[in-house]
C-alpha cells in the first residue's frame, strides 16, 4: 500500500459524458501528478500540482483538466469523452517538486472504460 | 523530446534462470529510475541511478546507469515468479519537470 488512494477503481461510462477521478496523496506529500497508461503510448505524463498550484503540464488534452485543493487532493476531470480515452489514469504523489531523488508513490489506478 | 527506448519488449523465462533487460535513449539523463509494475496495481518505484557507471543492488536486482548517462540495465539473477511484472524505465525531461517514462519490458516468470 503506497500510501496514495484513488477513486473509484473502476468506471464505466459512455461517449460525450464527463468524469471525475479524485485522488488522496499521502500524508506530508505536497505534489500530485496525474498519468494516463494504455497498450499503446504506455505511461503518459499528464500534469503536476504542487501545494495547490499548477507546475508541469505533460501530454494533457484540452477536454481534461485537473486541480489541487487546499486540503491537497487532487481531481482529474474528463470530458466529451471518446472511445479512446478509455485507459488507466494513475495519480502519484510526492514530497517536493520532480527531482532526481523524488520518489513518487503511485496510487493502485482507475480503469475508465469508455462505451 | 526524449525518448527512453525499452527492450525487450516482452520476455518469457523459467524460474532459475537470470535475465537483462534494457533502457536506452539518445538523451543524457542527470538521473534514471527503475520501476514494476503488477497486474493491477500502480508501479513502484525500484531504484534511482545518479552518476555514470553506477551500480546499484536490490537482493537478486543489479541496475547500472551508463557511463554517459543515456542508458541503463537491470539483470535479474535466478528469476522467481514474483518477479513478473512490467518493469518501467523513467527520467526527468530536459526541463527537470516531470518524468518520460519508457515504454516497459513485460516480464513472466514460470514456475
Known amino acids: 500500500d503506497s500510501g496514495v488512494t484513488q477513486t473509484p477503481k473502476h468506471l464505466i461510462t459512455a461517449t460525450g459524458q464527463r468524469v471525475t477521478l479524485r485522488c488522496s496523496p499521502r500524508?506530508?506529500?505536497?505534489?500530485v501528478y496525474w498519468y494516463q497508461q494504455s497498450l499503446d503510448q504506455g505511461l503518459q505524463f499528464l500534469i503536476q500540482?504542487?501545494?495547490?498550484?499548477?507546475?508541469a503540464k505533460g501530454n494533457i488534452l484540452e477536454r481534461f483538466s485537473a486541480q489541487q485543493f487546499p486540503d491537497l487532493h487532487s481531481e482529474l476531470n474528463l470530458s466529451s469523452l471518446e472511445l479512446g480515452d478509455s485507459a488507466l489514469y494513475f495519480c502519484?504523489?510526492?514530497?517536493?517538486?520532480?527531482?532526481?531523488?523524488?520518489?513518487?508513490?503511485f496510487g493502485p489506478g482507475t480503469r475508465l472504460l469508455v462505451l | 523530446t526524449q525518448l527512453l527506448e525499452q527492450s525487450p519488449q516482452f520476455l518469457s523465462i523459467q524460474e532459475g534462470e537470470n535475465l537483462t533487460v534494457y533502457c536506452n535513449s539518445s538523451?543524457?539523463?542527470?538521473?534514471l529510475q527503475w520501476y514494476r509494475q503488477e497486474p493491477g496495481e500502480g508501479p513502484v518505484l525500484l531504484v534511482t541511478?545518479?552518476?555514470?557507471?553506477e551500480v546499484k543492488k536490490l537482493k537478486r536486482l543489479t541496475f547500472q546507469f551508463g557511463d554517459a548517462r543515456k542508458d541503463s540495465s537491470l539483470h535479474i539473477t535466478a528469476a522467481q515468479p514474483g518477479d513478473t511484472g512490467l518493469y518501467l524505465c523513467?527520467?526527468?525531461?530536459?526541463?527537470?519537470?516531470?518524468?518520460?517514462f519508457g515504454p516497459g519490458t513485460r516480464l513472466s516468470v514460470l514456475p
Open positions: 502519484a504523489s510526492s514530497v517536493g517538486l520532480a527531482g532526481s531523488q523524488e520518489t513518487q508513490y
Open positions: 500524508s506530508g506529500d505536497l505534489s
Open positions: 500540482y504542487y501545494n495547490g498550484e499548477e507546475r
Open positions: 538523451s543524457v539523463f542527470s538521473s
Open positions: 541511478v545518479v552518476t555514470g557507471g
Open positions: 523513467a527520467a526527468l525531461d530536459n526541463y527537470g519537470q516531470n518524468f518520460v
